[in-house]
């Protein structure tokens, strides 16, 4: 794991600004700290009492408006400079920076997942070509995460309900620690990923390897979905218009509300537009959108928010390489299990590399000999999977907290025995 | 020159017992007390208590941290450590012990008056916050686990028993508000004659702006807690965001009060460093007037500020900015009144009892806990330490290393009014010290931490912080053990200190020219007032 | 404000013995009305809320609220209005001396207070019964809260009003000395503006 504080080349360039505006900071506030604390010090010598001797004639001194201008101009001329700078780094910070690659990261209790443009989706790693801005838009399914990169010295709270924003300019290859930074509960020590930033030909290379996502790209699922939800009822992608507004070039396009406001159509705005549609109706037309905050996903509303995106003409690079479905594919033994722990929310607390976060780690967990809360041991076979999975609070293993939730009723049969051959494949 | 009896005379109780207002023997004589003493050291007792086991909770914390693996405690309960020890130090020690115990028994003698304006107010007070305690403590059957912030949607959604602690909050709170409102009728309507708001005590200033805040504050953070218990209990939505609600919402209402809330943990403390500055260098103070007004204005300006713990959670660049700038501007008369206090020991006779060496340990530690808070006032350094152990470090400069400071310093020089003896400089000493190093020694590494990117409240750690959190936690030890020897001072005092005389330091103001303890009705007369407390110059004694 | 004051034993009443009577009642004044900013410090949390999720969603709120039923709302407010006169009243008897006019005007805000009361509880009733909670919508959280803190407002003055009328029958009261109906008083006229704020806000909307 990289370590957060490192001299040398900065791993991004917000790593240099930042670092710049402290040194600014550090620098002025010890000259102030060593004269306010050496004339404190100073003063206590100088005017000391002697020992055994009587008070001297004190003067009878109450103030000195000279003086006293003086201390709170300087002061007032300091402060300024750092609120100047400080305001400076964060506008950089804030900027947009053009031909970003949107990535969707979704923060729930207790992983990190990151949805790329191309469909592909992964847990607690985002790997990205070092030199190309990357756009991550965040959010919460559950309670309020934070993600932050020490290395770049960046962090943006997860917070449900809303999206926000974090550019990054990952400037040098390496792998960079992902902490989260919001109390989250009994997981919160362990909710971390990693930002993996490869050089051009093996972040290629990697792509290769992993082969063509089993499925659309983010967009095309965007499609699908617009297609699917009934949204072409009313809106048209482009030409005579129907119920509501057009959609083709919508996403980014000031609009004009029924209270006379202007907002810009930004992500959150598309995403309250779904949920909550009476919220901010558009001038001239009817207030009857449906909300889809039943029915649609956090996933799916970004999805068709990649694709309502990409009909403005903003491509996430990555989708001009659209992948048509792939029927059939051979999957390598566990690969379909491995794909459902990911998405069912497991690595959240459990890990498959050994280490111990909220829950104990799925390797070597077949067929090894378990501790049970209450004393006993058990055996963890196909059958104590399988209890586990539907009902976790029959068999807590010892020293572990109570909290893993039960998917009985929630995962089929087929999607089980899935879920347990995999965990057979991760031995010692 | 004023119309009271002179320094180190006959104890103002005359006739009346040395035990002055102590004489009185017995549970009902302490638990109906109308007697503002009386009341301020029954504060003094259950916040210096909670200020013991928040510091048991920090210690157990510490040890954990020496690990960076779940070890002696399960995460679930070093969650549950942390919260406990944030919730109790503030609620319970931090806010209440210098404005409800020292502030009760010193205002009404600073002003010369023999009670404060409504003394079965004050009582109800105190007993409001008893009773608050006690529904906090039936909360632990569930015990929190949600940080001492208690962010939305955790706090709605965690097993912890947060409906019952709501309810102990907020009692917590209405007992700081009737104290809060007490003050300021009491300073504004029970001053001896001749004290015009000009010939106040300096703490009493302070005192009265930190009143302003409380009674303005407090009150959102009730319906904030009330707000969360009727989430948890009846589905109210405001802070839910499947309901259409918003979590961040409930950080604007959160912080509205607790910014504002570490102005009433300082100011009073601030007030203490004023009173024993000039006393112990012999000198006036320097710059009364903006040391009086820079309190209000802090007051004022600490109600505009909150948005500063909030810049990461997604706000808008414009407001960002007001935030940052009006941040920026608190710090101007908090360093008027640094500045101030250095101008008064310039060519001042200082000598370094305990409650000196304290006041001075508080402007040395507070600078450092003020300066660190100049990076987080910058919006593009506050970004990489939010939510960081550089965040842990500069408030427990502030609030420890300032507030605690100052009530240690409050202590020490009071103590021998409050309780008719002497403390031993002996035993003083060497705690001062040990708490000095130890404090610095397990917080100094913490701003180190912080910029490393550890972040706060994390039960484990990546590898790389292990070693500075060694050292964090062997400061931890030697500042835990300069606060026993100083509380065995205490306790010694209490039962083997020396007899005090009336005025141990000579100093001006009118608590000392009352008997030490003084009588229960606090003066014979009520004295007439004809000059400022800080006629130090040129005396002889 | 010099000499002695009494003995602070345990249980001492009059303990105001050590302000004269005109700082007590300038005292007394000065209380209520910073207490009264801290409630409407309290409330205004609550408003707050309201402002801002009113403009988050103003269609809720303009169809939520006509279930809400204005009849009983209008009649509380008349209720309401009529027992700040009748505490006004009873206060300017007592400044006349006289007492019984006093309990009489006393007894009647209390009567009003309680109706107001039933009425709210009738209210809710019906509410309840439609299906609407306090869970149901962020109208109706607010709706519920608002008038449910007020509720207890309402029930916290009873208190201080029937502890006035019990001490008004013991004849503690007198044109000289009156101070705490005075201040509770106040406290009721604010409990009453409370709610004239509630009204439009909750069931006149849009």
Sequence with gaps: MA?????????????????????????????????????????????????????????????????????????????????????????????????????HVVGRQWLFEFRYPDGRSSINEIRVPVGRPVKLILSSDDVIHSFYIPAYRLKQDMVPGRYNTLYLHPDK???????????????????????????????????????????????????????????????????????????????????????????????????????????????????????????????????????????????????????????????????????????????????????????????????????????????????????????????????????????????????????????????? | MRETTGNGEQPQNGNASPRGYLEAKGIRAWAYTLDHKRIGVMYLYTTLFFFLAGGVFALLIRLKLMYPGQHIFTNQTYNVLFTMHGALMIFLFVIPAIPSGLGNFFIPLQIGARDVAFPRLNLMSYWIFVAGIVVILFSLGRPMDTGWTFYTPYSARTSADVTVLSFGIFLVGMSSILTGLNFLVTIHKLRAPGMTWHRMPLFIWSMYATSIIQVLATPVVGITFLLLAMERLFGVGFFDPTKGGDPILFQHFFWFYSHPVVYVMILPAMGIISEIIPAFSRKPIFGYKAIAYSSLAIA????????????????????????????????????????????????????????????????????????????????????????????????????????????????????????????????????????????????????????????????????????????????????????????????????????????????????????????????????????????YAGRQT | MSGRSTHHGPGAAGHEAHMDPTTAREAATLGIWTFLATEVLLFGGLFTAYVIFRIKYPQMFYEDHLELNRILGAVNTVVLICSSLTVALGIAAIRKGKVMLLRFYLFLTILLAATFLVIKYFEYMEDFSKGLYPSTDIFFSLYFMMTGLHAVHVTAGITALATMLVLAFRGRFSADYHTPVEVTGLYWHFVDLVWIYLLPLLYLVG
Excluded at chain 1, 16 to 41: M, N, P, Q, R, W
């Design chain 1, 3 to 103: 370590n957060a504080y490192t001299l040398g080349e900065a791993a991004s360039r917000t790593t240099g600004e930042v670092d710049a505006l402290f040194l600014f900071i550090t620098v002025v506030s010890l000259f102030f700290f060593l004269l306010v604390e050496g004339l404190l010090i100073y003063f206590a010598i100088r005017y000391r009492r002697r020992k055994g001797g009587e008070p001297s004639e004190t003067p009878d001194i109450r103030g000195n408006l000279l003086l006293e201008t003086i201390w709170i101009l300087i002061p007032t001329i300091v402060v300024a400079s750092f609120f100047y700078y400080g305001y400076r780094v964060f506008r950089d910070i804030r900027t947009p920076p053009p031909g970003a690659t949107d990535i």
């Design chain 1, 173 to 428: 290859v390496g792998t960079y620690d992902i902490l989260c930074a919001e109390y989250c509960g009994v997981g919160h020590s362990t909710m971390r990923a990693e930002l993996i930033v490869m050089e051009p030909a093996a972040y290629a290379a990697w792509r290769e390897k992993k082969g063509a996502p089993a499925g659309l790209s983010l967009a095309g699922q965007g499609k699908a979905l617009v297609e699917k939800s009934g949204c072409l009822g009313c809106h048209a992608v482009e030409g005579e218009e129907k119920v509501g507004p057009n959609l083709g070039g919508i996403f980014g396009r000031k609009v004009l509300l029924s209270d006379g406001t202007t907002v810009t159509a930004d992500e959150e705005y598309l995403r309250e537009s779904l949920l909550d549609p009476k919220a901010k109706v558009v001038k001239g037309y009817p207030a009857v959108m449906p909300t889809f905050k039943e029915s649609l996903s956090s996933d799916e509303v970004g999805a068709i928010i990649a694709y309502l995106k990409s009909l403005s003409g903003v491509k996430a690079k990555e989708s001009e390489e659209e992948k048509e479905e792939k029927e059939g594919r051979e999957a390598p033994p566990g690969q379909k299990g491995k794909e459902l722990v990911e998405t069912l929310g497991c690595l959240g607390c459990h890990s498959v590399d050994g280490s111990v976060r909220v829950g104990p780690s799925f390797k070597g967990l077949f067929g090894g000999q378990v501790e049970l809360e209450g004393g006993g041991k058990a055996t963890a076979d196909e059958a104590y999977l399988r209890e586990s999975i539907n009902r976790p609070k029959a068999k807590v293993v010892k020293g572990f907290p109570d909290v893993m939730p039960e998917f009985q009723g929630k995962i089929s049969e087929e999607d089980l025995s899935a879920v347990i051959a995999y965990l057979k494949t991760l031995k010692q």
């Design chain 2, 300 to 535: 004022g300006f600490g109600f505009f500020v909150w948005g500063h713990h909030m810049f990461v959670t997604g706000m808008s660049a414009t407001a960002a900015i007001i935030f940052s700038l009006l941040t920026y501007s608190v710090a101007i008369p908090t360093a008027i009144k640094v500045f101030n206090w250095l101008a008064t020991m310039y060519r001042g006779s200082i000598t370094f009892e305990s409650p000196m060496l304290y006041a001075l340990t508080f402007i040395f530690l507070f600078v450092v806990g003020g300066l660190t808070g100049m990076f987080l006032g910058a919006l593009g350094a506050d970004i990489h330490v939010h939510d960081t152990y550089f965040i842990v470090a500069h408030f427990h400069y502030t609030m420890v290393g300032g507030t605690v400071m100052g009530l240690l310093a409050g202590l020490h020089f009071w103590f021998p009014k409050m309780t008719g003896r002497m403390l031993s400089e002996k035993m003083a000493v060497p705690a001062w010290l040990l708490i000095f190093i130890g404090f610095n020694v397990t917080f100094f590494t913490q701003f180190i931490l912080g910029f490393e990117g550890m972040p706060r409240r994390y039960a484990q750690y990546p590898a790389q912080f292990q070693a500075l959190n060694i050292v964090s936690t062997v400061g931890s030890w030697i500042l835990a053990a300069g606060i026993l020897i100083m509380f065995a001072n205490f306790v010694h005092g209490l039962f083997r200190g020396a007899l005090a005389p009336p005025n141990p330091w000579n100093a001006l103001s009118l608590e000392w020219q009352t008997g030490s303890p003084p009588a229960t009705e606090n003066f014979e007369e009520i004295p007439t007032v004809t000059d400022w407390p800080y006629g």
